[in-house]
């Protein structure tokens, strides 16, 4: 994954970490402390709603604990949740780790085969789900878990399997902790003890089950804590999905852990409702795919430049350029809301040339790279260091380790290893897979290309596995070649490959834009204006490439690429 400098509010450091303090402990404490220091704070909600403060929040961790407990989960049992965001989904997640449950996350856009594969695979005692979701579970002949609750109170299916609403759920567990005397008393929870099983959504097509610790999410919260100042009240808006390892540490216990109130989106919004959400809640932060922001630059971005002779001949000079993209950068921030301190962009590759934009509009973005099994960042910012090249993740974050192994010696571009307290126990029944990602010292490898600048900044090339030997033994990185056709304004995205010719390209084209461009024409004449543009586009890309690496054909695809959670093509399923 992919997580530029961050704007600060008042300079409030209580969530950072002093000098000598350790990075890592339960999320069941760094939850207490923000709900003793911050009780009469809002905490979580849904955007536009009224929040749940610290307080209210923790009652109800609390009693859903104590009510899971008396269900008969028990320390290291499991629980499913198969939902789209909410504050519901939070409240559950830190209901079953506060019993030292796992939680097993599941991405709400996953197929029926795989909810069966992983529900076969964890065997939970408890499964928390939506209307949406129900469906996928209809048919599952496997062992169905007892207790099964719906976060959006549908009665779905009631025929079939019993259910029990969120809200009847949540009722009867406080009653049940009013009713009780003393405090309810759960098991000792640890650091190195298990908090998530999540499964990967790679591009490999193997999906892995992360077995990941309150050690390895809190240490990586407080680490990006160190990387901006943040003031207690600020909003974060979720916009991506909390099952995946990046919102989940950045949009969910980052901002707890700094007293912030988090705002769910509901699910994932068109421009213009998102526009409308943000200048209701006026969010200090966002994180989002690279996908978002690259559509902003190219649907609203460029189109105003490129349809003004003026604004066009100003952007020729670096001067024009700077004014121009200033001022554009000031109404992107409007856009946001007027209020946004910190853009995060994660989970893919930020395109080079929209990277570029971005800082020259001066907007308040961060790129990070990370990935599951290190939950999530490795590297990242930090604020105010003028020695981040555009184009770089920035430096490691605090207390995590990165070199690179077997570099090349002419560019430096190696594999990619990680090592601190946010890496991963392992592979959940997989100890050879876990043996090979993972030395005995404690370093992953990422899998990742990669190298270090003089100013200790890490720059991603693309993946190991990716890589595409040409015949006069120069290494060619996919990924970099499809940032520069994805960067026509008409190019929606793309996938490079080695064929028995050569490199061969698919792209999917922005239908809007050629709709705009053949309307009246016909279909033999909008065939033509395709085929124009892709032989185009492919003699001006390969202008910019080695002999070697010239792409030999450009091939129009006709409907998107099948995506992981954060919109990665899935190389493997085209890779034939």
């Given at each position: 994954m992919t997580v530029g400098p961050w704007l600060s509010f008042l300079p409030v450091r209580w969530c950072s970490m002093n000098a000598g303090e350790e990075l890592s402990m339960t999320l069941n404490h760094l939850v207490d402390m923000s709900c003793e220091k911050f009780a009469a704070l809002p905490a979580i909600g849904m955007a536009m709603a009224h929040p749940l403060t610290y307080e209210e929040m923790q009652r109800r961790i609390i009693a859903l604990a104590a009510s899971l407990q008396a269900e008969g989960i028990k320390k290291g049992g499991r629980i499913a949740i198969l939902a789209e965001n909410s504050d519901?989904?939070?409240?559950?997640?830190?209901?079953?780790?506060?019993?030292?449950?796992?939680?097993?996350?599941?991405?709400?856009?996953?197929?029926?085969?795989?909810?069966?594969?992983?529900?076969?695979?964890?065997?939970?005692?408890?499964?928390?789900?939506?209307?949406?979701?129900?469906?996928?579970?209809?048919?599952?002949?496997?062992?169905?878990?007892?207790?099964?609750?719906?976060?959006?109170?549908?009665?779905?299916?009631?025929?079939?399997?019993?259910?029990?609403?969120?809200?009847?759920?949540?009722?009867?567990?406080?009653?049940?902790?009013?009713?009780?005397?003393?405090?309810?008393?759960?098991?000792?929870?640890?650091?190195?003890?298990?908090?998530?099983?999540?499964?990967?959504?790679?591009?490999?097509?193997?999906?892995?089950?992360?077995?990941?610790?309150?050690?390895?999410?809190?240490?990586?919260?407080?680490?990006?804590?160190?990387?901006?100042?943040?003031?207690?009240?600020?909003?974060?808006?979720?916009?991506?999905?909390?099952?995946?390892?990046?919102?989940?540490?950045?949009?969910?216990?980052?901002?707890?852990?700094?007293?912030?109130?988090?705002?769910?989106?509901?699910?994932?919004?068109?421009?213009?409702?998102?526009?409308?959400?943000?200048?209701?809640?006026?969010?200090?932060?966002?994180?989002?795919?690279?996908?978002?922001?690259?559509?902003?630059?190219?649907?609203?971005?460029?189109?105003?430049?490129?349809?003004?002779?003026?604004?066009?001949?100003?952007?020729?000079?670096?001067?024009?350029?700077?004014?121009?993209?200033?001022?554009?950068?000031?109404?992107?921030?409007?856009?946001?809301?007027?209020?946004?301190?910190?853009?995060?962009?994660?989970?893919?590759?930020?395109?080079?040339?929209?990277?570029?934009?971005?800082?020259?509009?001066?907007?308040?973005?961060?790129?990070?790279?990370?990935?599951?099994?290190?939950?999530?960042?490795?590297?990242?910012?930090?604020?105010?260091?003028?020695?981040?090249?555009?184009?770089?993740?920035?430096?490691?974050?605090?207390?995590?380790?990165?070199?690179?192994?077997?570099?090349?010696?002419?560019?430096?571009?190696?594999?990619?290893?990680?090592?601190?307290?946010?890496?991963?126990q392992g592979y959940y029944n997989d100890r050879e897979e876990s043996g090979r990602v993972l030395s005995e010292d404690g370093w992953l490898s990422t899998g990742d290309l990669g190298r270090l600048d003089a100013a200790g900044n890490l720059h991603i090339s693309g993946r190991l596995k990716n890589v595409i030997v040409m015949a006069n033994g120069e290494n060619v990185y996919p990924e970099v070649i499809e940032h520069k056709i994805n960067s026509f304004l008409w190019v929606v995205e793309s996938l490079l490959l080695e064929k028995e010719n050569g490199l061969e390209a698919s792209v999917y084209p922005d239908y809007e834009y050629v709709d705009e461009q053949t309307n009246g024409q016909s279909g033999e004449e909008r065939r033509r204006f395709i085929e124009h543009l892709l032989e185009e586009m492919r003699i001006e890309v390969n202008a910019t490439l080695s002999r070697s690496s010239h792409i030999a054909r450009i091939f129009e695809r006709r409907e998107p690429f099948t995506k992981t959670a954060t919109h990665k093509i899935k190389r493997y399923l085209y890779d034939t």
């Open positions: 519901r989904w939070g409240v559950v997640y830190l209901a079953a780790v506060r019993i030292g449950a796992i939680v097993v996350p599941i991405l709400p856009d996953l197929p029926e085969s795989d909810v069966h594969h992983i529900l076969s695979e964890m065997k939970v005692g408890a499964l928390f789900i939506t209307h949406r979701q129900l469906e996928k579970v209809y048919d599952f002949s496997g062992s169905f878990p007892e207790l099964v609750v719906t976060l959006d109170d549908s009665d779905s299916f009631a025929e079939v399997f019993t259910v029990t609403s969120y809200s009847t759920y949540l009722e009867n567990a406080l009653e049940g902790l009013q009713g009780q005397e003393g405090a309810p008393h759960f098991p000792e929870v640890e650091e190195d003890d298990i908090a998530s099983i999540l499964y990967t959504s790679g591009t490999s097509g193997y999906s892995k089950a992360v077995m990941l610790s309150h050690g390895n999410f809190s240490a990586n919260a407080h680490a990006a804590s160190e990387l901006a100042e943040i003031e207690p009240g600020a909003v974060w808006l979720s916009i991506l999905p909390i099952s995946h390892t990046y919102e989940f540490t950045c949009g969910f216990i980052l901002p707890l852990l700094c007293g912030a109130r988090i705002a769910y989106a509901g699910k994932t919004p068109t421009p213009a409702i998102l526009q409308k959400l943000c200048q209701h809640e006026r969010p200090f932060a966002i994180f989002a795919v690279p996908l978002v922001l690259e559509k902003i630059y190219k649907k609203r971005v460029l189109p105003q430049i490129e349809k003004s002779k003026l604004l066009t001949l100003i952007c020729k000079t670096s001067l024009g350029r700077n004014f121009i993209y200033k001022r554009i950068g000031r109404k992107l921030i409007e856009f946001f809301g007027g209020n946004l301190g910190i853009m995060g962009i994660g989970g893919a590759a930020l395109n080079p040339e929209v990277a570029q934009f971005l800082t020259d509009a001066q907007f308040p973005y961060l790129i990070g790279y990370g990935m599951t099994e290190a939950a999530p960042l490795i590297a990242g910012g930090p604020l105010g260091d003028k020695t981040i090249a555009t184009g770089s993740t920035g430096k490691p974050l605090p207390g995590v380790q990165v070199k690179i192994v077997d570099g090349d010696a002419e560019t430096g571009v190696g594999e990619i290893l990680a090592r601190g307290p946010n890496v991963m």
